[in-house]
């Protein structure tokens, strides 16, 4: 009798009677994240991945420092996409830019990004990114921060009102959009992963991606 082959993620091998999930080899990815800059990136890898946007509340919490919440945030962003992929591989990342002990965040307005800018120009700030990769099936998290520290021009208040008028980066951490015209405010940048200060460390991610057997070549 001639046996059909069944359809879909799972196979069947009768002649071993071993049972084999296709879905655990191949899982779905899913980058827990709007941002059409972390979209990009993840692009450069040359994988199949879907995005989704994380209801996620990014207040730090009392006596938390910024390498923390950036860490914390990364994994909650991931674990909530995962509510919604529970067999997928979730990447969430999340960036807190600080100097000494003022932490700018997502400025939300002009006036904000000006205070901002002003404070930190002539100056060197530490753009720290928490990244987690999630494995929903299994629950296990991989997390790391890695930092990035961006030595600032010392800009005159005409060059900050002109960049931000142009740029308009009120959804950007600490007010510079380094993968736009905010480059020009950046004097020198120092860290292990160039694709970091954009929001998504690639380098630290072929690590994590690893770890789960993901092999990009």
Known sequence: ???????GPSIVSESVGIFVDLAMF???IVLASSSPFRRELLQRLGISFKT?????DETALKGETPEETALRLSEAKARTVALQHPEALIIGSDQVAYLDDMVFG????HENAVIQLQKMRGRTV??????CLLNAQTGKAHVRGVPTLVTFRDLTDDEIENYLRKEQPYNCAGSAKSEGLGIVLIAKMEGEDPSALIGLPLI?????LKLENINLI
């Open 106 to 109: 997502k400025p939300g307005n």
């Open 126 to 131: 530490n753009f720290f990114t928490g990244l």
């Open 1 to 7: 009798m001639k046996r059909s082959t069944p359809s």
């Open 52 to 56: 989704a946007s994380p209801d996620t």
């Open 26 to 28: 191949n899982p779905q």
């Open 204 to 208: 630290t991610l072929c690590d994590l």
